[in-house]
């Protein structure tokens, strides 16, 4: 097991430039320590095959008490000019 797991439930196949993508975040706190997770931030990259980032952002996370797990709602802006790249 790892202490720490993330993962994003994205809904739909199909985004567009100028829209908002809409993420809904879990982080799962499976210390072996049985520590409670504090001070945590979460950073989000829309980047191409190429590497170009094309958008970021980064959100303060609440506590993740020991063996539980906690949602975080969140959207990345996919810029207007992404069509052109």
């Not at 980064?58 to 949602?71: F, H, L």
Request: hydrophobic share 45%; aromatic share 8%.
């Amino acid at each position: 097991m790892q202490p720490v797991l993330v993962s994003a439930e994205i809904w739909g196949r199909h985004f567009y430039a100028g829209q908002k993508l809409p993420l809904r975040i879990c982080i799962v706190n499976d210390n072996d320590k049985g520590a409670d997770l504090k001070a945590l931030t979460l950073s989000c990259e829309l980047v191409l095959n190429n590497g170009t980032k094309l958008a970021a952002g980064i959100e303060a996370v609440p506590e993740v008490k020991y063996y539980s797990r906690e949602w975080i709602t969140s959207e990345i802006m996919i810029p207007a000019e992404f069509a052109r790249k």
